[in-house]
């Protein structure tokens, strides 16, 4: 266990974290709402998090959307509306330019976030764990399309093939993650040398059990979060920090 002592990871000890990172041949990235709060997008637990404003079960199961699709579509339109407005930060841009040095192959990003800032960011082909706020799902025939439209109207939105309520593709609690994404991160897990944890509470599963097997298996593991987290004593690097201000300077720039 290794950790940074103060509000800011000292010099030295980001040195040693950006040269494990530049050492290593494969690299996993898992990201959560932590990366995307420099672009003003609330995190999920913590100060003005979703989470201390409504309680999950009211907005983000099948139950409640079950129960009262206007008011999950609401909060959902509503964040639609910010994450469109928002813009990707200095960490999302770090992630992307991570990606772009390394071979094809080499470099996996895993996120548990529903934004869409990565991809605008310019990281080619996330792994998207818990859905995307753009993609909407029929709940009759299951139809998913892709739709980037703010404001959504009307809402709640339905299915032009088979008359259905439509969803947010997005995991709620008690859901499986989509088909092929839990599968595909922890083979990046699995082949790689070096996991980056930026930005997750590391509180909700299956996610955090990427972080779980990195550790098992001996990978190389920074964390970069300013608060720590039920991992930050397992991994080998917790770097306590913005990830906007450290993840640019972990990967060597000024
Ligand atoms: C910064 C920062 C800065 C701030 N820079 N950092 C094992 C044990 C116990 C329970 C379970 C278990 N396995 C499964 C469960 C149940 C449940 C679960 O995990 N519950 C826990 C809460 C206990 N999991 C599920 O239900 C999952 N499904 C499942 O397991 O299905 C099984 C199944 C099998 C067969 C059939 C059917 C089912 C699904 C989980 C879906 C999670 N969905 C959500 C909400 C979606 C709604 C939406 O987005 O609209 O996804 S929950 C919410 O949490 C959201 C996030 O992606 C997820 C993770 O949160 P994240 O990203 O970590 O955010 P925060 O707010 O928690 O943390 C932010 C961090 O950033 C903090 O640490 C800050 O310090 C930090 N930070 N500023 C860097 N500038
Ligand atoms: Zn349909």
Redesign the pocket.
Known sequence: MTQSPGPEPGAAFLAAAGEALAAARRIVAL?????S??SGLA????PG???RQHR?ED??TPQAFARDPLLVWE??AE?RALAAAAQPNP?HLALARLEQARHPGDFTLVT???DGLHRRAGSTNPIE???S?WIVRCTGCRRERRDESVPLAPLPPRCSACGALER?A????????PEEALPRAFGAVDAADLMLV????????????LIERAVARGAMTIE????S?PHSGAVRFALR??????LPRLIGEP
């Open positions: 990201t959560g709402a932590g990366v709060a420099e995190t999920f637990r913590g998090g979703h989470w999950p907005l983000a909060w959902y964040r960490a548990q976030n529903v764990l818990h859905g706020l947010p997005i995991v709620w609690f008690g859901e499986r993650l930026a930005g997750t509470s590391g509180l909700v599963y299956p996610a955090a059990g970069v979060n300013p608060e987290t920090g913005a990830a906007g201000m450290v």
